[in-house]
């Protein structure tokens, strides 16, 4: 029933429940009490003044949850069962997203080691809760005898039921326990998996020097050797018998920079390579966790994993999701392809080679020069805009406008953060009080998770008529200074990765659900990344970058100009990237689909599918699926971003673009949408926020409409979207003739950049 899930990255947590308010009444906040200035311990938790406390918050836990499944045997009220299990989880909860948030970004060894246990022993208790026949039971009757008097509340059961189920309870003891088997062997390999990229992220080191662009030097760590050769040494002191030169850790962030504005191709391609061969380890992990995966499904009853993932989703089948991404495929490939052409005839002609091919590190250290070219922009100048302070004062812009709120920094009582630069901000609403917390962690350290993530701490849940637990959420980012500025200053790829973060941040802390199983981001897995990916178009509106985006050193507000110029650098290649997306996802649905011939060669399954819905070339030797994260967090699920990047378009195109800030707006946002968590129905939520034609109804599943997507990358014209409107007739057919049209209509175009 315990199940664990991850939204928008490691947003870890404990699987789903039930119905908000209508109305936003006031609530007593159960949370730290922020004019409390006395010691407490991490996150407010008074056990954790020290690593040691994280046993005791265990034992805490176990003996808390012990006593609430006595008060279940005794077959209380159907509420009271449902509100009692709601109360194991929010406690179990607790300590498990404490422990994860402490592992990933605490920097003392002490606490990390701690919350591994506590993780461990907490996972060696859900077996227990998992396999307890009297919740389970207890669970039956209350969903069963129609005594549930809320929407919500029945909601709930019916999900613990089923979530009860999807954990084997329902099973001879035999296979129950080899489900648990699979289920502990899943997370451990899950971990193994994501611990090898730390270890092995793969590194190339550059003499000299001057190989290495001036503008990611500061990420790279500088080496020095004989200049006869001979040796090789870390950072040491230089003299005239050495050669300085760079060491590129090959981890994603470090990579992407280098392949962007490195001039040196061989230093482009000999990181390329090594960033896609490592780690090697994960080779194996990998097999078993498919292997593990597709066993657990068959004990299930399902075909394969991404059935079993996939059958309570919006989609409810890998059919649905795999005809989904084809059709998307098929209508971005003929922009897909020109956009590939475009980009080998500039290589050509930069380096004055008609023969020469567009190789895959190749891609984007020439398009940030097409995109340089095309709108004049300057990377130095673009960040200038963004200081991070400024960036902040955007999402205080956004809370004022849209909800009527403040988002405002907080003090924090001694020991309750992990790092000096921890900040921790209150969301409140001068009527309704205080909304709930979040810490920023917002820069780069050794030993820190390596990405960009939301943190559950604390999920909302109705405590009683005139209390409410408010939510708690950490936001962590790894944003760096560059070489000659204190100031941190973003790229805008960076601004948008702040507000999408934040869309997930603002889905937990603006919810308000009964239970705290459905608080927040605690929703179907192909609805959860939508209003994060609906949040990104406010940075890049000028309407609303103009109120916060100010030079950091004159004061000047973003130039309408330069703000056009991001944007249509940004779509200049939409179409390359939206197929890379879904490569990707039909990666993720063939890996976990059903079963792979033995022995399997996942690298050559890579190779098929990039050959068939990518241009880029597949090179031997590399072996992306080896440090993809999202085959552990998104398993068979990786589509759900294309399913948000459609919601997102249409509900932008229908309900904001008219007026982004206004309150009318954020009021829609919040009680339509935000405030339900994964209380409801998400096509029932999303059909309400902006009306029928969002979602499509085929063969039993849900699919995302994809024409203000499609629309908004101008991969349709008026004509065309009229014609996937039409009420009568076969969409799909529909669809298929524009997919023809749309070959036909460009073959000129490809005639003319070939």
Known sequence: MWKFMRSGDPNIHIKHLLKPFVSHRHFRSRAVDRQNSSPTGLYGFDHLKSPKGFQRFVDDAIERSGELVDYISGMPSSAEIIRAMDEISDTVCSVVDSAELCRQTHPARGFVEEANKASLRM??????????????????????????????????????????????????????????????????????????????PGHVDIFPASRIPRQVQHLLKPIYCMTSGVSKEPLGSWNNEQEKGFRIITEPRTLSSVLQWTADEQ???????????????????????????????????????????????MASSPEMVVSFL??????????????????????????????????????????????????????????????????????????????????????????????????K???????????????????????????????????????????????????????????????????????????????????????????????GTRVALDFAETPSNLFEYYARDYRVLSKFARHYSTGEVIPEKLVKSLNGARDMFAATELQRQIFYALVDQTLFGEQLPVPRDTSSIVAHLKRQHSNEKHVEGSH???????????????YSYLYAKCFAATIWKKLCEEDPLSLTTGTMLRTKL????????????????????????????????????????????????QLIFQVTGDKNYQIEVLNKQERMQSTAVKEHVT
Not at 349 to 361: A, F, I, K, M, S
Not at 363 to 381: F, P
Not at 694 to 721: A, F, H
């Open 425 to 519: 901000m209150c969301l409140h609403h001068p009527e309704e009080g205080d909304l709930g917390y979040l810490y920023l962690d917002l820069y780069s350290r050794k030993g820190k998770y390596p990405g960009c993530a939301t943190f559950a701490i604390k999920g909302g849940r109705k405590m009683s008529d005139t209390e409410y637990q408010l939510p708690v959420m950490a936001l962590v980012f790894n944003f760096s200074r560059s070489h000659d500025s204190s100031i941190v200053r973003l790229n805008h790829g960076e601004l948008e990765t702040l507000f999408h973060e934040f869309g997930h941040a603002l889905h937990a802390l603006l919810s308000r659900t009964d239970y705290q199983h459905f608080s």
């Open 267 to 313: 230093v482009r391609k000999m990181a390329y390579l090594k960033g896609n061969s490592v780690p090697h380890a994960n080779h194996e992990v990998l097999d078993k966790l498919i292997d593990s995966r597709h066993e657990l499904a068959q004990i299930m009853g399902c075909k394969s994993y991404a059935e079993f993932v996939t059958q309570l989703n």
């Open 624 to 638: 992306m699926q080896i440090r993809f994260s999202h085959f552990l967090t998104y398993g068979a699920g990786y």
């Open 123 to 200: 996972n060696e208790y859900l077996h227990f809760l998992n396999t307890n026949h009297t919740l389970y039971n207890a669970v039956k009757k209350a969903e069963q005898d129609g005594h549930l008097l809320t929407e919500e509340a029945c909601r709930a059961a019916l999900h613990l039921r089923i979530d009860f189920e999807k954990g084997g309870i329902h099973l001879p003891s035999g296979k129950l326990d080899r489900v648990n088997q699979l289920n502990l062997k899943a997370l451990q390999l899950c971990r193994v998996y994501s611990e090898n990229i730390i270890i092995d």
């Open 674 to 721: 935000l405030q339900h968590g994964g209380a409801k129905e998400p096509a029932d939520l999303l059909t309400d926020l902006v009306g029928d034609g969002i979602v499509r109804y085929q063969n039993g599943g849900i699919v995302p409409d994809i024409t203000s997507c499609l629309e908004e990358m101008k991969l349709l014209d008026k004509r065309k979207r």
């Open 326 to 423: 084809l059709e998307m495929s098929d209508m971005v490939k003929p922009r897909a392809d020109e956009e590939f052409k475009a980009i080998r005839n500039f290589k050509r002609d930069v380096c004055g080679q008609r023969t020469v091919d567009l190789e895959p590190w190749d891609e984007a250290y020439y398009t940030a020069m097409m995109k340089s070219s095309a709108y004049n922009l300057d990377s130095s100048v673009v960040a200038s805009y963004f200081s991070l302070p400024q960036c902040i004062e955007g999402l205080k812009l956004l809370v004022k406008s849209l909800f009527g709120a403040n988002f405002d920094s907080v003090p924090m009582m001694p020991g309750e953060s992990w790092h000096p630069d921890v900040l």
